[in-house]
């Protein structure tokens, strides 16, 4: 590595540090049900002390992403209902949407574009939570935040490296390269890497820093690696339904690794075909999901979709989702 590469590379180690962390609430909710002993009222007590996150968790959960039939009016009953992980899970996404949303954010490189980078965002969490469903991954809750959070190497790039940002997006274009190998020539490390540190810095749980740091790479994982795999399988599904901006035209390299992850030992082409194959039900998906998407705009998350009393669910209840 030139010495050029190793000063961009220090600046974004120390930058990284500098961070602010997660809110404490968030911290605190992620160690509390990470706890087996932890209970529903304990859970429901630490969400209650922040006045801003319990209106934001009710909101969403009776949000038409989770089309509960019947309202849910305490944080109590959003935790039975939604379950610990979803909540855990809900409260990471929500935060961290909040803290790097356009309107709360100034400075990024001109090349680009924050909505469209949170549109493919948003859309690779709810496509993980939908092939969690068809491939059986057992915590889809957790597979919808490692979605939202996959790429945000290249948000934390774009923001305190503009310069050098812009310079990656204009190789990347200029000679119709993947990202990652754009990111490598210049800066000498990619955002999947710079997201992890990020994810470190945060004390995240093990598999959503492993998920971001290898969502490219799932088979360098030397043991279990679904999460990553169904993160890598869900970008692949994004891209191909142009959902945001995944990172340029160029598609990553398939990874079968991923497909092997959960038994599927097809043909590449006829596995992704598969795949693929989801992508209506993702568009619908994405409909429901507009409450994300107003909060990476600055809102406050009102998709004017939500279930109320007596109305009919829009989609089914999914325990733990």
Same mark, same amino acid.
């Given at each position: 590595?030139?010495?050029?590469?190793?000063?961009?590379?220090?600046?974004?180690?120390?930058?990284?540090?500098?961070?602010?962390?997660?809110?404490?609430?968030?911290?605190?909710?992620?160690?509390?049900?990470?706890?087996?002993?932890?209970?529903?009222?304990?859970?429901?007590?630490?969400?209650?002390?922040?006045?801003?996150?319990?209106?934001?968790?009710?909101?969403?959960?009776?949000?038409?992403?989770?089309?509960?039939?019947?309202?849910?009016?305490?944080?109590?009953?959003?935790?039975?209902?939604?379950?610990?992980?979803?909540?855990?899970?809900?409260?990471?996404?929500?935060?961290?949407?909040?803290?790097?949303?356009?309107?709360?954010?100034?400075?990024?490189?001109?090349?680009?574009?924050?909505?469209?980078?949170?549109?493919?965002?948003?859309?690779?969490?709810?496509?993980?939570?939908?092939?969690?469903?068809?491939?059986?991954?057992?915590?889809?809750?957790?597979?919808?935040?490692?979605?939202?959070?996959?790429?945000?190497?290249?948000?934390?790039?774009?923001?305190?490296?503009?310069?050098?940002?812009?310079?990656?997006?204009?190789?990347?274009?200029?000679?119709?390269?993947?990202? +990652?190998? %754009?990111? !490598?020539?210049?800066?000498?490390? #990619?955002? &999947?890497?710079? /997201? =992890?540190?990020?994810?470190?810095?945060?004390?995240?749980?093990?598999?959503?820093?492993?998920?971001?740091?290898?969502?490219?790479?799932?088979?360098?994982?030397?043991?279990?690696?679904?999460?990553?795999?169904?993160?890598?399988?869900?970008?692949?599904?994004?891209?191909?339904?142009?959902?945001?901006?995944?990172?340029?035209?160029?598609?990553?390299?398939?990874?079968?690794?991923?497909?092997?992850?959960?038994?599927?030992?097809?043909?590449?082409?006829?596995?992704?075909?598969?795949?693929?194959?989801?992508?209506?039900?993702?568009?619908?998906?994405?409909?429901?999901?507009?409450?994300?998407?107003?909060?990476?705009?600055?809102?406050?998350?009102?998709?004017? +979709?939500? %279930?109320? !009393?007596?109305?009919?669910?829009? #989609?089914? &209840?999914?325990? /733990? =989702?």
């Amino acid at each position: 590595m030139d010495e050029q590469k190793r000063q961009r590379l220090k600046r974004i180690t120390q930058s990284i540090i500098g961070l602010p962390t997660l809110p404490t609430v968030i911290t605190q909710l992620i160690s509390l049900i990470d706890n087996p002993k932890t209970s529903a009222r304990n859970v429901s007590q630490l969400i209650a002390t922040g006045q801003a996150l319990t209106a934001k968790i009710l909101k969403l959960a009776n949000s038409a992403f989770y089309g509960f039939p019947r309202e849910i009016a305490t944080v109590d009953l959003a935790v039975v209902v939604l379950g610990f992980e979803t909540v855990k899970n809900l409260g990471l996404s929500v935060s961290v949407l909040e803290r790097f949303s356009g309107a709360s954010v100034a400075g990024h490189a001109d090349d680009f574009d924050r909505q469209k980078f949170w549109e493919h965002s948003i859309a690779c969490g709810v496509a993980a939570r939908l092939l969690a469903g068809k491939l059986r991954y057992r915590v889809p809750g957790e597979a919808f935040a490692a979605g939202i959070l996959h790429d945000i190497g290249r948000l934390i790039l774009s923001q305190y490296f503009p310069a050098e940002f812009a310079e990656v997006l204009q190789v990347m274009r200029e000679e119709d390269l993947y990202i +990652g190998h %754009a990111e !490598e020539r210049i800066l000498g490390v #990619t955002h &999947a890497e710079v /997201g =992890s540190w990020l994810a470190e810095r945060w004390n995240l749980p093990d598999q959503l820093e492993q998920s971001i740091a290898m969502h490219h790479a799932p088979g360098r994982i030397s043991g279990p690696a679904e999460l990553p795999s169904l993160i890598h399988l869900s970008d692949f599904l994004c891209r191909r339904e142009k959902i945001g901006d995944g990172g340029g035209d160029r598609l990553p390299h398939l990874d079968p690794a991923a497909l092997r992850a959960f038994g599927i030992h097809e043909e590449p082409v006829a596995a992704l075909k598969r795949i693929f194959s989801y992508g209506d039900e993702l568009q619908q998906e994405m409909e429901r999901a507009e409450a994300f998407t107003n909060i990476a705009r600055g809102g406050d998350g009102d998709d004017g +979709g939500a %279930a109320t !009393e007596g109305a009919p669910a829009l #989609t089914p &209840a999914r325990g /733990g =989702s």
